[in-house]
């Protein structure tokens, strides 16, 4: 069974840094695109960053590219997400999400077969 358990959240002035872990566990992630969406109040939950396991290949959304850097450690079986320059709008629960059998970095909740709980991410302005 899949588990995937994100941490790491927090409230931050604007400007400042916080990384989000998602620890996966349950089978291996060799195949595997991990990736995270964030969702704000009254908000659909978008697209972030994805990483594919294997080659690290890496796809951001334009609205954090230069600002966040997503990255695995195959020892830890961890992904992370590493957010600087955090800005209100970047305020939302963040998800941690793994697509099974991935054709490519997909930006579509629908492609993702495995869900964390989610941790909150507030950034004051």
């Known amino acids: 069974q899949v588990q995937l358990v994100e941490s790491g959240g927090g409230l931050v002035q604007a400007g400042g840094s916080l990384r989000l872990s998602c620890a996966a566990s349950g089978r291996s992630f060799t195949n595997y695109v991990m990736a995270w969406f964030r969702q704000a109040p009254g908000k659909e939950r978008e697209f972030v960053a994805a990483i594919r396991w294997s080659n690290d290949n890496i796809r951001y959304s334009p609205s954090v590219e230069g600002r966040f850097t997503i990255s695995r450690d195959n020892a830890k079986n961890t992904v992370y997400l590493q957010m600087n320059s955090l800005k209100h709008e970047d305020t939302g629960v963040y998800y941690c999400?793994?697509?099974?059998?991935?054709?490519?970095?997909?930006?579509?909740?629908?492609?993702?077969?495995?869900w964390g709980q989610g941790t909150q991410v507030t950034v004051s302005s």
């Open positions: 999400a793994a697509d099974a059998r991935p054709l490519w970095l997909g930006v579509r909740t629908s492609g993702y077969d495995y």
